[in-house]
């Protein structure tokens, strides 16, 4: 290895010091010194090999050092002191000039085209992208809200979900307590069309409990909801709708029976029919409801048998709504509905006549912010009226909202706020006014764990003149899915609820189970 050799600083531009000089003899008769001089310094700037030339750099004493990387053929010959002379010179300033561009950080000017290269372009090893960015990458699977293929059934594609969980409950109203232990099955099913145009989407769901110990009664549920959407010219869209829902009423229901066994068994059946049509700036929809609703006889704790014929009822309800793009994320609307209820007995067993009309209106906003943000709040005024005169009009103003938030990536809050009239079966009272307020926060703990929180509060208020006092319950639960895989989770629940009276002793409900539930 060659050792470290002190020489001049005018080294690297020997080479150019000798063209230089050779220029100069033959222009000496056609141009002053000074301008052969100046043409001498821009031709050692703009040389590539000057450019190619190292910097070199002063050692401790002054001089300066050279690292042995200069270019073959880049050094001139010493044997000329004049042309060294020169070469030294023209160095000098080249030295000069660089080293003042390089500590002042003055860019050079589009003039001196070629004085420095782009980096890349000097590079012979490129830069490249790393290897994880050149490859695709595959999105993030979240087995919490990962759709399951389906079973493929024609053109359908049917989607069936059965938890199987085993339950306790412990219920207390007033001194009686009672508990039970008890298995609920779980049911759900989407069946979803693949059409190129339109839409056909069933939805069912259901309960089924029995008790293997303790007292207590047992609550089915089952409904079955069908939405056909039809895709229309110009921008509109038709739903027809039906559906049926079957339940056995709750004992905290204000219309339940006391003392009863088993309360009455409730059948609903719906029928609907609407149409959605954008008008640029206006979006109008319109359309007309029919519930038909039927008790069965509850059975009292003696063995007698209670017939609640006098409850059964059809109504109806007309709706409609326009609605004003200011954005496509914020609609303001005004909407208005008129609605009619005919019982199948004129009057009940009390001789009351509860049939009767009912009329409503609101204001309100759709906001529509993506993910983050995205539901409608409405506030307006709502009355029922009813055929006995002896029954007062139930009014009130009417708060709706439903809206969704996610603050974080994996946390979703579901906010709700439900105002409506509902009817009674006590004499002389027309019915109480239900405002219903649902909080619900779910959290992915971890990418196969899902944490759940409910919390609501439902006022029941009934007029001054009522011989019912209000009611208020609470009502909060907390549940965890464990995701296994795409077809099986493991789930937990707990909840209780409270239904506070002013007078009357209060009821309790506490609720756990674990389950398994599998989906396809």
């Known amino acids: 290895m060659g050792h470290w050799r002190h020489t001049s600083s005018l080294t690297p531009l020997r080479a150019a010091g000798v063209a230089v000089s050779v220029v100069l003899a033959g222009l000496e008769l056609m141009a002053p010194v000074s301008a052969l001089a100046q043409s001498a310094r821009t031709a050692a700037s703009s040389s590539p090999l000057a450019q190619s030339a190292y910097i070199a750099t002063p050692d401790a004493t002054g001089d300066q050092q050279d690292d042995g990387t200069a270019i073959p053929g880049a050094t001139a010959s010493t044997d000329d002191p004049a042309n060294a002379n020169d070469g030294a010179a023209n160095g000098a300033n080249a030295t000069t000039a660089t080293t003042r561009q390089t500590t002042s950080g ?172 954008d008008f640029g700036i206006l979006r109008g929809s319109t359309g007309i409801d029919f519930t038909r609703t039927i008790y069965s006889d509850a059975t009292l704790s003696d063995g007698t048998v209670v017939s609640l014929s006098d409850r059964d009822q059809t109504s109806g309800t007309l709706r409609g709504r326009i609605g004003y793009e200011l954005s496509p994320a914020l609609i303001p609307f005004i909407e208005g509905n008129v609605g009619k209820t005919v019982y199948d007995q004129t009057t009940d067993v009390a001789g009351y ?31 029922a009226s009813f055929d006995d005169n002896r029954l007062s009009d139930i009014d009130a103003t009417v708060l709706d909202a439903s809206v969704r938030w996610s603050p974080l990536r994996g946390t979703d809050i579901d906010f709700g706020l439900q105002t409506s009239l509902q009817p009674s079966t006590t004499p002389g009272v027309a019915g109480y006014i239900s405002r219903a307020m649902t909080t619900t926060v779910t959290h992915q703990l971890r990418d196969n764990l899902v944490g759940t929180f409910l919390g ?60 398994l539930k599998l989906k396809r």
């Open 106 to 277: 003055d860019q050079p000017s589009d003039e001196t085209t070629g004085s420095i290269l782009d980096e890349d372009m000097m590079r012979l090893n490129t830069r490249e992208a790393p290897l994880d960015e050149r490859r695709p990458r595959k999105p993030d699977v979240n087995l919490s809200t990962e759709e399951t293929p389906g079973i493929r059934v024609g053109t359908f594609v049917l989607r069936p979900t059965v938890t199987q969980s085993i339950n306790t409950e412990t219920q207390k109203d007033g001194d009686v307590k009672q508990t039970r232990a008890f298995l609920e099955t779980d049911m759900k099913t989407t069946l979803t069309s693949d059409w190129a145009l339109h839409q056909l989407l069933i939805t069912s769901e259901g309960a089924w409990q029995k008790n293997v110990s303790g007292e207590g009664e047992e609550q089915p549920d089952f409904r079955i909801n069908g939405d056909l959407r039809l895709d229309l010219p110009e921008e509109t869209t038709a739903h027809i709708t039906g559906g049926y829902h079957f339940y056995r009423e709750d004992t905290d229901d204000p219309n339940a029976i006391q003392n009863a066994d088993q309360q009455s068994d409730v059948q609903e059946f719906t029928l609907g029919a609407s149409i959605e049509r």
């Open 353 to 383: 006549q509860r049939s009767g009309d009912s009329y409503g209106a609101k204001v309100g906003v759709e906001v529509d912010l993506g993910e983050k943000l995205r539901g409608e709040v409405g506030v307006g005024y709502e009355i």
């Open 456 to 515: 609501g509060i439902t006022l029941r208020d009934y007029p001054s003149d009522s011989t019912i006092s209000d009611e208020t319950v609470y009502t909060t639960s907390a549940g965890l899915t464990w995701n296994i895989n795409r077809y099986l989770d493991l789930t937990s629940t707990i909840g209780y609820e409270l239904t506070s009276r002013k007078v009357g002793a209060d009821s309790q409900q506490w609720r756990a189970g674990v389950g």
